[in-house]
């Protein structure tokens, strides 16, 4: 019988194994899909700093109902982390927008959580321009710096985003990010050690710690394009569905309150004593709540 730290780590290298690689812009993305063809398609985006393996508790069941389909964002997990790179929010939806071209996707849902939801606002607000490349469905949304008055960052990502950023990269170790993650998971829904020993594998992937500091402007791009990414969450021409652990510090109760106030007929599942990785930590609860949501739209 496996140990749990065992379990941990024969489910990232089967999820490294079963995925394939494409090329894009140079680089090697890698790519994740399941399910039968004939189903409806179902985008997962991540969040900063892990990678698509965080979808790994809730992949199976969905894969039973859905097309699933998602990728290590670029600088991210087993994806290529060239340096220098423009990394940006508009390149990373730029890439979802060509693998799912590639795939021959032509409608979908979205499922992002943190940074993946900023990516899942500017596809909305092309989608709400009419110039998405393919047809959105509806988009559910985990924890994420919806709006950046709302946005409570770490320290460490504060210091990632200063002309510190270079030395703080270098200083990060597998012991300081444990630390950070288990600040932002719920009190009873705390990470174990080997969880965080598959988090840090996959930022460490490539040397991705030396491009934290690049990956990390997307805060300042938060604040630079709140307009357009907030109006296209208040315009949207899609269902919405926001599914929030309450615990989270950076992006719980908080921003709920917010999205209320902002969100006309805000449809929002609320997951008491969870912090800001509700598919890890509240997977059965996050799957009940996008199954429920999709069969309704």
């Known amino acids: 019988m496996m140990t749990r730290k065992e379990s941990f780590s024969a489910s990232l290298a089967s999820w490294q194994s079963e995925g394939r690689f494409f090329l894009w812009k140079d680089q090697r993305i890698f790519t994740q899909c399941a399910g039968r063809t004939d189903n409806e398609a179902l985008l997962l ?9 965080d979808w790994e508790a809730i992949w199976p069941t969905l894969a039973g109902h859905y097309r699933l389909l998602t990728l290590d964002m670029m600088g991210f997990g087993f994806s290529d982390k060239p340096r220098p790179y423009p990394y940006s929010i508009f390149d990373q939806a730029d890439l979802f927008e060509d693998f799912l071209r590639e795939q021959k996707i032509v409608s979908a849902h979205v499922l992002a959580h943190d940074y993946g939801d900023t990516v899942a606002q500017e596809l909305l607000a092309r ?9 959105l469905n509806s988009v ?31 200083l990060i170790t597998r012991r300081g990010m444990a630390a950070s993650m288990r600040k932002i998971f719920g009190a009873a829904t705390q990470p174990s050690d080997a969880l965080l020993d598959a988090f840090w594998q996959l930022l460490d992937h490539k040397h991705g710690r030396a491009i934290m500091p690049l990956l990390i402007r997307y805060m300042e791009e938060r604040r ?7 109006g296209a969450l208040q315009q949207s021409q899609v269902p919405l569905r926001l599914i929030n652990g309450l615990a989270d510090p950076i992006s719980g109760a908080h921003m709920v309150r917010r999205y209320r106030e902002l969100v006309h007929g805000a449809d929002v599942v609320e997951l008491e004593g969870v912090g800001h990785y509700p598919q890890v930590e509240a997977a059965d609860e996050v799957v009940r709540a996008v199954q429920e949501f999709l069969a309704r739209v």
């Open 224 to 230: 630079q394009h709140r307009q357009r990414w907030v």
């Open 45 to 53: 985006i991540h969040g900063f700093p892990t990678a698509s393996w």
């Open 127 to 135: 989608h709400n321009e009419g110039r998405l490349s393919f047809e």
């Open 140 to 170: 559910c949304l985990l924890n994420g710096g919806l709006f950046p008055e709302t946005h409570h960052p770490l320290l460490v990502q504060k210091l990632l985003l200063s002309p510190l950023g270079p030395l703080a990269a270098k």
